[in-house]
Every structure is written in structure tokens, then in C-alpha cells.
């Protein structure tokens, strides 16, 4: 009896590390996976969504300013010619 808990309880030590090990290791490959995308991202010189985002706003916001002074200049023009 004392033999078969003493090695029940070695058995779930061994299995409780090897669940722990097994996390850390999951986690560590993720971390390794993760920072290898983020080297070739990198590498390529590809933005992330949120400075995407950031750079389409400041775009539209420069093309609406382009329009807004076209519209302008159209009837400034309109203006001399009369």
C-alpha cells in the first residue's frame, strides 16, 4: 500500500511538471514564432494595421484639402474671365 502511493505520487509529480514544461514550452515556441513575424515585418518594411490607419486618415485628409483648394482656384479663375 505504501509503495503503490508512494508511486502514484511520483507518477502525478512527473505528470504535473511534464504539464508544466509543456506550457512553457508552447509559450516559448509562440514567443520564438511571434518574434520571428515581427523580424520578416520588419525585413519587408510592412506597417502595422493601427499605422495603416493612421497613414489612409492623414491621406484623406490631404486629398480633401487638394479638392477644396482645386474648387477654389476654379473660381478664382472663373472670376478674372468675366
Known sequence: MKNSKFI????????EQGLISSKDIS?????????K?????????????DEFDVLS???EILENKLNKSKVKVK???RKKTR
Open 8 to 15: 502514484i505520487d511520483k507518477l502525478g509529480k512527473l505528470f
Open 27 to 35: 509559450s516559448e515556441i509562440l514567443n520564438i514564432l511571434k518574434s
Open 37 to 49: 513575424r515581427d523580424e520578416i515585418v520588419f525585413k519587408m518594411k510592412i506597417t502595422s494595421k
Open 57 to 59: 486618415k492623414r491621406v
Open 75 to 77: 473660381v478664382k479663375k
